[in-house]
């Protein structure tokens, strides 16, 4: 029989349901933001928002796209001239936001997992 579609997995390591948890918040506050309502912006809450549903649901597919995500929102701010002590003072959620999802999708248990369980 087929596995239930989720949009949590609460038999996940840790930090792959906080990963999966800050992906959905990011897309919230994007939308919260009215970022998500330009042409990235859209893409970039779509991504989030994918990503996370795509690894509540065991798929490698939203393991690289939220490793994408995570990596596209802290070199966002330096693409457009910003220096990192702008970028912490400017949007201080969103760049620990960030920082905490890079460094949970790189974490040697998060991708142990995701290389035995994602298919």
């Not at 949590?8 to 939308?31: E, G, H, K, N, R």
């Not at 393991?63 to 970028?87: E, K, R």
Request: proline fraction near 5%.
């Amino acid at each position: 029989m087929a596995r239930p579609q989720r949009y949590f997995d609460p038999s996940q390591p840790q930090m792959l349901q906080i990963a999966t948890f800050l992906l959905y918040l990011d897309a919230a506050l994007l939308v919260l933001r009215g970022v998500a309502f330009s042409p990235i912006g859209l893409v970039w809450t779509v991504a989030s928002a994918g990503a996370a549903y795509g690894m509540a649901n065991n798929k490698k597919w939203g393991y690289m796209v939220a490793v994408g995500v995570a990596a596209f929102a802290l070199i966002l701010p330096f693409l457009f001239g910003s220096t990192l002590t702008d970028q912490i003072r400017f949007s201080t959620v969103e760049f620990l936001l960030a920082v905490a999802l890079v460094g949970l999708l790189v974490h040697p248990q998060s991708r142990e997992y995701q290389r035995i369980w994602y298919s």
